[in-house]
């Protein structure tokens, strides 16, 4: 490796990017290096601030850097919704759909015993305490349809079995629209075929 | 979009990026702020320190934050021999082949005279001037083999006509090594024809 040790160090310090490796991380430093100073300094300075400042929202757990998000806090959501996911991406996704209007809880993960990841590390207890509070009607539970996703799911179905008056339900697995039947993989297909609906 | 004002920022800030796009913007900015506080650190300090500091090598013009980059200060380089390369990259390409032992000159591009890039641009008085100094023995062009680079070779051929003393060379253009014929282009074939060399 020829490139000047400050150059290097950058190299190495960019592959901590998700999906970089060690040609693309040199391609982007001598990028940034030879035609974009201002934007690599921008995103210096911009890395270092949501490193330090990005925390949890205190009522749903997403990223934010104010102590209560931008979701928790609007008025105009129904709070008497509130949906389940994984992780913040998965809220993204569900928000970009533009076809939800209640609130979330970002739990941080799935459940996975085997990596010491059980109820308490995922948020669940706070989650339970404000389902309990009786501000929820129905809790959606909207992990992902993985195995660790799925039992998830089911355990906090079953902690809540001493809410009868809380609908809990889980989001549709099925056919994606738009999708052809010819590639939709059989476990998908035997979802979509047991989750089918009466047609009126 | 949902993610909080300082999470949406950083997720711009990170499009700077060659190859960066809104997706995988996001995928970082999330990894990052989620799994590798340590590493967004640690890369927000080095980038601020390398866009402050890495300037041009006063002898090579490549990247360097010292006054003369590690192969301009070697001893072990064979000084008589200068290859001139367009960019940093092409320099690190034709080093990590590891069959070069001479010094470079790198151009801050090509000659694009409709973009406003003469030879001033470039910083081909000073290599001029270094070639007249007396220490070269022989010029290497290694821009690439586009309109431009091919224009930029022929203008330095040309400015070398009054110091017959020096060998100007240009790299060869050929078949790659380990390729096979039928994938080739036709313009490298004749490349590879005109440039045939007698066997012994």
Redo the contacts between chains.
């Keep these: 490796m020829?490139?000047?040790?400050?150059?290097t160090?950058?190299v190495e310090?960019?592959r901590?990017?998700?999906?970089v490796g060690p040609k693309?991380a040199?391609?982007?430093?001598?990028?940034?290096?030879?035609r974009?100073?201002g934007?690599?300094?921008?995103?210096?300075?911009?890395?270092?601030?949501?490193?330090?400042?990005?925390r949890e929202c205190r009522q749903c757990q997403t990223?934010?850097?104010?102590e209560v998000?931008?979701?928790c806090a609007s008025r105009s959501r129904d709070r008497s919704l509130l949906c389940v996911v994984e992780?913040?991406?998965d809220?993204?996704a569900i928000?970009?759909s533009g076809s939800f209007r209640g609130v979330y809880f970002v739990l941080?993960g799935h459940l996975s015993p085997l990596d010491g990841i059980g109820p308490r590390e995922l948020g669940i207890p706070a989650l339970l305490e404000r389902v309990r509070g009786g501000e929820v009607r129905e809790l959606i539970l909207a992990t992902n349809p993985t195995v660790e996703g799925e039992a998830t799911a089911h355990y906090l179905r079953e902690a809540l079995r001493d809410q009868p008056a809380i609908a809990v339900s889980r989001i549709a697995h099925g056919v994606p629209m738009g999708g052809e039947l010819e590639f939709v993989d059989g476990n998908t297909l035997a979802h979509a075929l047991a989750g089918r609906k009466a047609l009126g």
Tied chains: 1, 2.
């Excluded at 901590?16 to 999906?19: D, F, M, Q, R, T």
């Excluded at 040199?26 to 030879?34: I, K, N, S, V, Y």
């Excluded at 990223?63 to 104010?66: I, V, Y």
């Design positions: 020829f490139l000047s040790p400050l150059v160090e950058l310090a960019l901590v990017l998700p999906g693309s040199q391609r982007m430093a001598l990028h940034l290096l030879e974009n100073r934007g690599g300094r921008k995103l210096a300075e911009v890395l270092a601030r949501a490193m330090d400042n990005v990223l934010s850097e104010t998000c931008g979701i992780n913040p991406v809220q993204l928000e970009s941080k």
